[in-house]
């Protein structure tokens, strides 16, 4: 099957290409990108307008299968990613059972084959059951399938254990995904220690409960020469110590996500959930100081850390709420809203921070649309403006703090290896899953 993607404004990251340009995909891969692209095909999309880029690459999100399938299933995130214009996305272990043992790995991996057509990548667990005691196998979680191991949704509090996984890790040659959170630091805290949680009588999580486990892993990382990506970074301190890592050649990432570069703790209307998540949204220093890292690449990549929750639970109070919002199908909005539109990233700048980047952290080849590589392509109409409405989303989760908010920028099309699993032409919205055409 041969498709022509036509004259859309080609961002590729690795051959440093932003130009009108046509793109022929052939068998699910990319055969050329020239300035014109004539003859036969089964399908031509017209992207003139529109952002081409690499598929999207999400590093952070969570599906909840096996055992909340109530909150999101593997097929429901998958079909949220291909709406959100994501290709690739790492699923978080803290599963029922946790994603510690091979087994559970192949489910995810087999799971994702079944249901649909982009790429599902499990993170394996760094501890038993994330109790963090006992190590998992590394090196046969990795053979499974495993992209990475963390310990997300919840900090290695042992130095000693995170040490120890850091050097596996590293023999192993297997990224670590920390989750920064000295967890007896943060006690009862449910948002930011800040103006906003005195106004409402709220414990506080202050900016040290991640700071101190940054530090720590960052100096780890230095002892054990292990990959270290920090998750969903939220403070200025955070940024400045990233910083301080790379001037000393240390092989450390890190992530912001969108919900941490728009919204701060003055956002939070009252007692409402869909504010409610881990880390909180923080200071408006903060705020700045993870733009700044953002426009500057100290900070590397932007992901979401997609975390849906089922309405009910989401109803209760900021006290009683699980933390989480999804993410997915607002992602490209609010960055293009957010950090495109107000210069603090180019269009090329941004295929970096959430395709090209990611790619090069999973030691991936995706994240290009150089010729030869598999066809996960993006295409974003940067000019669209509409009003985020929870109720269209289709993962299960409704949970965002962005519902009646007004944005620029709307996917048009999501396509994995040469099939087009997402499209939005005219109003008229197809997800298309592996076995099934859903309307």
Not at 67 to 95: D, L, Q, S, W, Y
Not at 162 to 173: D, H, I, P, T, W
Not at 284 to 301: E, P, R, Y
Not at 371 to 397: H, R
Request: with cysteine.
């Amino acid at each position: 099957m041969k498709m022509i993607i036509k004259g859309g404004r080609v961002l590729d990251p690795a051959s440093n290409t932003d130009a009108i340009k046509d793109i022929l995909v052939s068998n699910g891969v990319i055969i050329k990108v020239e300035d014109s692209i004539d003859g036969a095909a089964d399908s031509v999309i017209d992207a003139k307008g529109c952002f081409v880029m690499p598929g999207l690459i999400d590093l952070h999100v969570h599906f909840r299968e096996p055992g909340f399938e109530h909150k999101e299933t593997i097929r429901t995130g998958a079909r949220a990613a291909a709406r959100g214009g994501f290709t690739t996305v790492c699923v978080m272990p803290n599963t029922k059972p946790v994603t510690d043992c091979v087994e559970v790995v192949k489910y995810v991996v087999d799971k994702a084959k079944e249901v649909t057509d982009i790429n599902v990548l499990p993170i394996a667990a760094i501890t038993a059951g994330q109790d963090g005691e006992f190590l998992t196998d590394f090196e046969n979680l990795k053979a499974a399938g495993a992209v990475a191991v963390s310990e997300d949704g919840k900090s290695v509090m042992n130095a000693r254990v995170a040490r120890q996984a850091m050097r596996l890790a590293a023999e192993v040659g297997i990224p670590v995904f920390a989750h920064c959170e000295d967890k007896n630091l943060v006690a009862r805290g449910v948002m930011n220690a800040g103006n906003k949680a005195k106004e409402l009588g709220f414990y506080g999580i202050m900016n040290a409960v991640e700071d101190v486990i940054v530090a720590r892993d960052i100096l780890l990382a230095k002892n054990t020469g292990a990959q270290l990506h920090l998750c969903h970074c939220s403070t200025e301190d955070s940024v400045r110590m990233v910083e301080e890592a790379k001037k000393a050649g240390l092989p450390v990432t890190a992530e912001v996500c969108p919900h941490h570069f728009t919204l701060t703790e003055d956002d939070i209307p009252g007692d409402d959930a869909n504010f409610k998540m881990n880390p909180p949204l923080r200071a408006k220093a903060d705020v700045d100081a993870l733009v700044k890292g953002l426009g500057s690449g100290i900070m590397d990549v932007i992901s979401t850390d997609h975390a849906p929750h089922h309405k009910t639970e989401k109803e209760l109070s900021f006290t009683q709420a699980p933390f989480g919002i999804t993410g997915l199908e607002t992602s490209v909005c609010l960055t293009i809203t957010e950090l495109v539109n107000k210069g603090v990233l180019t269009p090329l700048q941004m295929a970096e921070r959430m395709s090209y980047t990611p790619a090069k952290i999973l030691g991936s080849d995706k994240g290009t649309l150089l010729p030869g590589k598999i066809a996960d392509i993006t295409i974003i109409d940067p000019e669209e403006k509409y009003v985020i409405n929870s109720d269209e989303f289709v993962s299960l989760g409704k949970n965002t703090p962005f519902n009646g908010r007004e944005v620029q920028g709307k996917v048009r099309y999501t396509i994995a290896a040469g099939k087009v699993v997402y499209s939005c032409v005219g109003g008229n919205e197809c997800i298309i899953d592996k076995d099934v055409p859903k309307l």
